[in-house]
Each structure stands twice: as C-alpha cells, then as structure tokens.
C-alpha cells in the first residue's frame, strides 16, 4: 500500500552509496533504497531515517516497483564485476527510458561498453564521476556525470542539489556522452596523483634541505594555503604533518611506512594518455613514484647495495621556503595544463565535446583537487575554448615565468643533494620542452631512418625522404 514513490533510489550502501543517499534526502527527496544484504539498508533507516524520507526495499523487484517514472537508480558499488553484476539484476526489471547512474570509480571503456549495451535496451546508462570521498558524498561532492544528455534533463536538477556549490552554482554539469564523465573524473584522479607527489617533493626538500620539522613544515603549508597554492590538499597536508602518533610521541609521518598504494585511476589515466599520444609526464612520474615507493625488494636491494649518494654539504642557493613554492605552483601549473589536454584529446578523439572551462568550474568545491587557482583555468578556457596548453595563457604563463629562476635552483638543488624530486624535475623538463625552438628529436628521426628507412621530413620543402645511408655518398630520396 505504498502512494508515495520514491524520485531516486540508491543501491550499494556501503559509506558512499550511504552517505550520496542521505545527501538526496537531506534535499527533500524521497529516497529509494537497496543493497545486496538487507541488513546495511535496515542499520541506514534505523540511523538516520529522521534525516529524510526513504523507502527501503529486500528484493530488487520491490526497490525498482517504488521509483517514479522515469526510475533513477543510483548505482553505487566496487567498480568492475560488480557494476555488472548489479547492472545485470536490475536491467531486465527497468523500462525503456529508466537510468541507470553508475557513481563508482569506474573505467570510461567499461561506461562506454556499459552505455551501448543498455541503449538497445532503451535504457540510459549514466557514468557519473564522483569526487569529494565520503564526506563530499554527504555534505556536497563535485559530480561528473556523461551519458545522454536527455537523461540529464531528468537527472541533472537531482545531482546539482546535492553537488557542492560556489557562490550559490553546482559543481555539477553534464560532461557529455557515453564515457566523457568516467573519463574526466580518471583525469581528475590523475591529477590528484601527481598534486600529491608534488606537495610530498615539496614537504620533503623543506625537511631534508631545510631542516624543518614536520611541525615547522605543516606552519609553512598553512601559510602558503592562504595565498596562491590554497586548496584542500595543501590544507590537509598541514593537517597531516601536525599530527603526532599517541603510542610513540613521534610525527605521524615518521611512523607510517612509506610505501604509498594506489586503486589504479591515476594508472589508468597515464594508460590513456599514452594511447591518445598525450604527454601527462607530471600524472605518470607521480604513478612511478608511488610503484618505486612500493617496491619493497627492490628497495632493500639497493640499501644493501648502499647506492652511493652525493656529499651532504651542498647548500640551496636560495631562499629554500620561497623557491620551493615556487616550484610547486610551477610544476602543478604543468601537471593541470597536461591533464586539461589529455581531456581535450579524449574530447575530440571520441567526440564528446567537452568543455574545458565547464570541468575547472565544477573542480573548484567538493572535490580532492579543489583549489582556488582553478577559477583562472576556468577564466583561461572561457577567454580561449581551443587553447593548446594553459601555459600560454597570460596568467600561467606569468606564473611560471616568474617561478622559473626559483623552480631551475630548487631542481637543482634536489639534484646535488640526492633528493629524489621527480615530480618537480620532470615538470620543468617538460616546460623547456615545449619552450625548445629545435628538440633533438630531428636526430631520433635520423637513427629510424638509418636503421629502418622509416623515413623524415625536411623543414625546407614538403615530402617524405629517406637516405640511402649505405649507398656511395648517402643520396637522399623521395620516399
Ligand atoms: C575522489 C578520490 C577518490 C579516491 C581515490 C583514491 O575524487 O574522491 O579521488 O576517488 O580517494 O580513488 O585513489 P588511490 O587509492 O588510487 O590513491
């Protein structure tokens, strides 16, 4: 005897799906609610039922027969085989125009395969990137959603009032179809990656160069979060080297082991961008380090070894404090600029049209990477939608003019003193790169032409040639 239907329902209740549930119904809408074990739905409604209003269901067919048309499900569950598995159970139950919203950490491929699937169907498949861990998906996450776009239509004004907001706007827009917001959150997860190795460099020049303790240090990053660098993860990074272990007195970070894991996003951005031809170098050197880090074997390989290092005396030529902030907010300026185009490849690549502007503005609230320089990204894309790189928009580019002399000294620096800072290092290799006028490239050019006749182009006239590097006089031919 139920009369009221529930406009969305959520399955998968661990603390995501939980906490995403709660965020609808703490909006005024009437919740849905299932999971796989009965039990999680009974403990949300006992917990929290006061919170809102939700119809929780045992079976499948009970959870589906209490949404309203067009049903809204949320699916919230460990990306992979169990996204199929749920999608399995519940397609053959939907009609044609239901969605479903598949919020997990999944694979753009898989959403792309997922959303073809279901389109003969007549279902909507939406792979919706959601970003902000379990506080975001309670108070306020930064959400990407793809698929079709009439399903944004039905869907989108639910998921923007329960998105994060900035001066009253949603970080929430419809990214584009199929793939697109799987795509953009792996990015966006990418990013992080590399945000966090960067800040990790900076902390450990600051302890090891510096001599400042975790405590000085975590002062040091509160003060750079109100200027230019402020953003969630330099505030809790602060956060993070205050702390101090209640068993042994000592900071936090010297008792954890340093062996830092992953859940395979940032891994798989890199996997992407080497596909579309995209130099993420920042996102993949952050991927390695964290392998490095990990590889415990290898590690005690070269400790054993003792792996001769550098004298210590070597001193920073600088001011240290300045010039390592400098070259963090240099490096994430590279890190952003190449995740920006590796969005803007896969955009053309698959047609998406995403744009780039919409992504910084939905980035900045809710989400890990949320930062404040982000609304200069947004400004960049909004004054130039085709920009090649970030690099070249007068804010960054001022940036990183002004960072470099303090950038070069601090690569320098971690250099003679041993101090791996790959992050740093690979970002200013990558901005002299891009800067060069010629890059040796011509000569790798030379080497495949002379070991496989795979052939050149000249700068001086069009065509294709090869050298016939074995013949009398090495004459040059049309290829
Ligand atoms: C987010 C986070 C979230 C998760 C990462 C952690 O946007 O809310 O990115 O998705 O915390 O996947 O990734 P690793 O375990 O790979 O570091």
Not at 272 to 291: K, M, Q, W, Y
């Amino acid at each position: 005897m139920m009369s009221e239907k529930a406009q969305i329902g959520v399955t998968g209740l661990a603390v995501m799906g939980r906490n995403l549930a709660r965020n609808f119904a703490r909006h005024g809408h009437t919740v849905a609610l299932h999971n796989r074990s009965y039990g999680r739905t009974k403990e949300l409604v006992e917990e929290f039922g006061h919170e809102g209003k939700f119809i929780p269901s045992e079976s499948a067919a009970d959870f589906v027969a209490s949404l309203e048309r067009p049903r809204r499900v949320v699916i919230m569950v460990k990306a992979g085989g169990p996204t199929d598995a749920v999608i399995d159970e519940f397609a053959p139950l939907l009609e044609p125009g239901d969605m479903l919203i598949d919020a997990g950490n999944a694979h753009y491929l898989d959403t792309r395969r997922r959303e073809a699937a279901l389109k003969e169907k007549g279902l909507h498949f939406v792979g919706a990137g959601v970003s902000g861990g379990e506080e975001g998906a309670l108070h306020g996450p930064s959400i990407m959603p793809g698929g079709p776009k009439e399903s944004y239509d039905a869907l989108g004004p639910l998921l923007e009032d329960i998105a994060a907001k900035v001066d009253g706007e949603p970080c929430c827009v419809h990214v584009g179809p199929d793939g697109a917001g799987h795509f953009v959150k792996m990015v966006h997860n990418g990013i992080e990656y590399a945000d966090m190795q960067l800040i990790a460099e900076a902390y450990d020049l600051l302890r090891q160069v510096g001599g400042s303790s975790p405590a000085e240090i975590a002062g040091i990053f509160q003060g750079w979060n109100e200027g230019r660098l402020g953003s969630y993860l330099i505030e809790i990074t602060a956060e993070v080297l205050k702390q101090v272990d209640a068993s042994t007195g000592k900071p936090f970070v010297d008792i954890v082991l340093d062996q830092a894991e992953q859940k395979g996003t940032g891994r798989w951005t890199v996997q992407a961008a080497l596909d579309l031809g995209v130099p993420v170098s920042g996102i993949a050197e952050s991927v390695f380090a964290r392998a490095l880090s990990g590889g415990a074997d290898v590690r005690k390989a070269a400790a054993d070894a003792a792996l001769p290092g550098p004298s210590p005396e070597n001193k920073h030529a600088g001011d240290l404090q300045a010039d390592v902030e400098q070259a963090l907010f240099a490096s994430k300026i590279v890190a952003y600029a190449q995740g920006f185009q590796q969005i803007q490849a896969a955009s053309k690549e698959y047609g998406w049209a995403i744009d780039p502007g919409a992504m910084a503005k939905i980035w900045r609230a809710g989400c890990i990477i949320r930062a404040k320089f982000l609304d200069f990204i947004k400004q960049a894309y909004d004054k130039q939608p085709e920009l090649a790189t970030l690099l070249v928009d007068e804010y960054f580019l001022d940036a990183v003019s002004g960072a470099q002399d303090a950038w070069r000294r601090v690569v320098a620096t971690a250099a003679q003193q041993g101090i791996p800072a790959p992050g740093f290092a690979s970002a200013l290799a990558y901005y002299d790169g891009l800067r060069a006028k010629r890059l040796p490239a011509a000569l790798i050019q030379g080497q495949r032409d002379f070991f496989g006749a795979h052939t050149y182009h000249r700068i001086d006239k069009p065509g294709s040639f090869h050298t016939l590097w074995a013949a009398e006089g090495r004459p040059e031919v049309d290829a």
